[in-house]
Structure formats: C-alpha cells, structure tokens
C-alpha cells in the first residue's frame, strides 16, 4: 500500500541479473522460461544446489512462458499424466505463498465441451478416468452447460450436448510465475545471465564437462536442457538428435469488456479454448499450425478459424477487436506427452517436449528435473516420461487430452 500510495517508486528490482557468468557451476540451466527457472529454484531450495546459473539467450519468461494462454488443470486421461500434472496443480495451488510473490492463480475451473452423442461418451470417460486418478471431474448435461456458463450458445452450427468441468483448474499469471520464480531462485544465490545464446557444449568421454556461450565457456558439473521448441537444435549441438518437431502454436487477445465469462472453455471439435482475463480481455487459443516453423508469430487462415468457432459458442463476443496475436513454438513428440530423464549424453538432464501444455506444468517440471539432477534418479512421477519409452514403445498418448487439435 505504500508503494501504491507513492506511486510505485520504491521497487528494487525482482530478481538480480548477473553481466557476466563465472568460470564454472555445479549445474548450468539453459532456459531462463518457467521450467528452467523453477528447476533453478527447486535445486536451491529442495537440494541445497545453489551454485547453479541460468542461461537464456532472451529475457527471462520471453519465450513460450510469455506466450501461452495461462490455463492451469489436470484433466488428464492416463494415470502417469494425472499424476505429473496434478502434482503441478497442487503446486501451483500454494506457489504463491511460497514464493512470495503473487502469480494471481484463478481456480475458476475448466469446461470441455461436447457436441454429440458421441463426444458425451467420451467426456463420461474422461471423467471417470480421472475420478479413479483421484482428481476432481463432474459431466455435465446440456442444462447443467447452459448454468454454468449462461453467455454458452448451445444450439449453434455445432449445438453443445454438454461437456465435463473441472472446478480446481483454472488460469495464471505466466509473467508473474517467471518473474516469481527468478526472485525466489537468485535470493538463494542462483545467477541468471539473459542475453546469452549457447553456442555449443563441450564433451569429454562421452559426458558434457562444459557449455560455450556467447559470454564464453562455463565448466559445468551437470547441465538441464529447458528450452522447449528449441530442444532439437541444442541436442543437435551436443551430437544426438531428439523425437520432437517443433510447431507453432498462436494465441490472441481481444480488447477488454466487462466481465462476462468467469470459467475458462476447451472446444477441442471447434479447436478454439478461450477464458477471459483480469483485464476483461478474451484469451483466445486454437490448434496447431501443423507445420514445422519457429515462427513467434500469428497468420489469418488460424485467427479465421479459431475466431469462427469462438463467435459460434459465445455470440457475445462477436463485435469484439483482437488487439493482438502471437505464436509459441512447442516441442511436440509422438504421444503428446513430455521427456524428463537424462540425455544420451552423460550429464545432461532433458526437460523438454511439453508440446502446448508446458506452462501448467512449470511448477511439477522443475520439481521433478531438479531431482532427477540432484538424485541422479527419477523421481517415481517422472520415471514414465523417460526418454527410453520411444525404444520401448512404452507411449503416453495423450494427445485427446491436450486439449487442441493436432
């Protein structure tokens, strides 16, 4: 209140940036998005590994943290998944009491639609699957749809039949939990340096001892891989090649109105979600581009698309303006679901392929990387999402409960 009352300018700044790295760390994270600073984080603070630096060749969160459309949920079809993004829920639940720093968490709770018969079933599946994981799920026929979400049009071209709700998910703030993260992490000694691209590693008998930057050489005694559409080109760098295609993902926002819309939608047979923000701005998502390209930019055939479907279920917002549009690009795998678990390349620790559901993990893929780095084993909610299931066939298909269309 004093800040507010003076007019915000007390503030130091959130977190400390550091010009130059030293000469060698116990573990070098590259990646300074969500998941690379909460694995910072989370070894500082659940291991005691705090000499530990943080490279991002941007600004901190300004990759696919800063571009995503802050949905948080574990509506998730299989128990490995429900288990990994449940602890992330959970987490996310107390984070900012953790972290002191409010990431504005919103569980206003997640609608996914149906639009027959058959889509009903599928949602009856979905939610017995996740009531037999232990998270919380409720069908919900047409009338039960048009109570919970009054500004539904449920007899438009695609009429709605119902859906399923899930009440703890709901939305945060993707800057604040970077910016959270970053503070909480360099209080505990952690160095971030922005403003500085991996050039290349060094590799001595089959084990990373080093990475090159463009502010020079770190020894490293281990290093975390967390850079998400980007994962294929360093591990090319380090001389193995990752299942993963990366894809952009775009996202919008319209002008702000008054409030309107208190739960955020999935329309996976429409490929359009949206929830409205804190500003009264519609957040509004589709599907993939479905295309290889690491353009951080939108296109019209996707806004056409995804604007079709938003007007069909929520009329209202049909005179709206989009202010703006962005992609993000994913690492997307062949089951959809992501890789934790060491690299081909000894020392190095794989965080990666989170395709479009890497922000509601961020506090779970951090926890779970940085035990990986500190155990030098998994932890038994990572150990399925081993880089070993592509030679097994041991797959997580996950790609229904993305939530998008593929």
């Known amino acids: 209140m004093d800040e507010a009352a003076a007019g915000h300018r007390g503030w130091g700044p959130h977190w400390t940036d550091r010009a130059e790295p030293l000469p060698r760390y116990d573990v070098v994270v590259i990646g300074g998005g ?12 659940n291991h005691g590994i705090r000499r530990v630096c943080v490279v991002e060749k941007g600004w901190i969160g300004g990759g696919n943290t800063g571009r995503n459309t802050i949905t948080i949920r574990s509506n998730y079809f299989y128990p490995e998944s429900v288990a990994l993004y449940d602890l992330a829920l959970r987490l996310y639940e107390r984070l900012s009491v953790e972290l002191n720093f409010n990431i504005m968490v919103s569980q206003r709770g997640v609608v996914r639609l149906a639009h027959s018969e058959a889509d009903m079933e599928l949602c009856a599946r979905f939610v017995n699957a996740m009531l037999l994981n232990g998270v919380d799920a409720e069908l919900l026929d047409e009338a039960a749809l ?4 009054p500004a539904l049009n449920t007899r438009g071209r695609y009429p709605l039949f119902g859906g399923y709700v899930q009440r703890r998910a709901g939305v945060a703030r993707h800057d604040a939990v970077a910016w959270g993260y970053a503070r909480a992490a360099t209080a505990m ?24 930057t463009e502010k020079g050489r770190i020894d490293c005694g281990q290093v975390a891989l967390c850079v998400a559409g980007h994962s294929g080109h360093l591990a090319a760098m380090a001389g193995f090649r990752l299942p993963i295609t990366s894809m952009c993902l775009q996202a919008m926002v319209s002008e702000p ?5 208190d739960r955020v939608i999935m329309d996976p047979p429409t490929g359009t979600y949206v929830s409205q923000s804190d500003k009264g701005e519609l957040v509004v998502g589709g599907g993939l581009d479905l295309y290889p390209s690491y353009a951080q930019r939108g296109n019209w055939p996707v806004l056409e698309t995804v604007v079709a479907g938003l007007v069909d279920i929520l009329p209202a917002a049909s005179n709206l303006k989009m202010m703006r549009k962005w992609g993000g690009i994913c690492d997307m795998v062949h089951d959809s679901s992501p890789i934790i678990g060491p690299a081909p390349v000894g020392g ?35 150990r399925p999402f081993d880089l070993d299931r592509f030679a097994t066939g041991r797959l997580i298909d996950e790609a229904a409960a993305s939530g998008i269309a593929h």
């Open 189 to 212: 000694g952690v160095d971030i340096v922005q403003n500085c691209a991996v050039q290349g590693f060094e590799i001595e008998g089959g084990r990373v001892v080093a990475v090159n």
């Open 34 to 45: 969500g998941h690379g600073l909460s694995t910072a984080y989370h070894l500082a603070r």
């Open 348 to 382: 190095m620790v794989l965080n990666c392929g989170w395709g479009t559901g890497g922000f509601k993990a961020i506090p779970a893929g951090g926890w779970l990387t940085a035990h990986l780095i500190a155990h030098g084993e998994h932890h038994p909610v990572s």
């Open 146 to 149: 048009r109570a919970e979400i």
């Open 257 to 261: 109105v008054k409030p309107f819309l």
